[in-house]
Nanobody
């Protein structure tokens, strides 16, 4: 199983970015997905999660600005990030497990990170 995250970059505050996570090596039809981030000097935290049936959850810091989806045929899961803030600067990781409870606490699989830098 391999997860490949992409789409990071350096942007100004207020801009948008879309992260994508490609998955291979298994059938993920009924898996839950999450995006985590790890800012410098901080612990990794989940920011958005989606169940296989589409129910989503967001951390308060990103709710209303980030959108997680699994509708892109080219990827397993995407994260649309709008109105980015400097405090969103972090390495972002995709992850998957059977349920949202599992993927937000003990993911089964991790992708490598993609760096998002937001300048003011």
């Amino acid at each position: 199983v391999q997860l490949q995250a992409s789409g990071g970059g350096s942007v100004q505050a207020g801009a948008s970015l879309r992260l994508s996570c490609a998955a291979s090596g298994d059938a993920f039809d009924r898996y839950a997905w999450a995006w985590f981030r790890q800012a410098p000097g901080k612990e990794r935290e989940w920011v958005a999660a989606i169940a296989w049936h589409g129910l989503t959850q967001y951390q308060p810091a990103v709710k209303g600005r980030f959108t997680i989806s699994t509708e892109n045929a080219e990827s397993a899961v995407d994260l649309q990030m709008d109105r980015l803030k400097p405090e969103d600067t972090a390495v972002y990781y995709c992850a998957t497990a059977l349920t949202v409870a599992q993927v937000t606490t003990r993911p089964e699989y991790w992708g490598q990170g993609t760096l998002v830098t937001v300048s003011s």
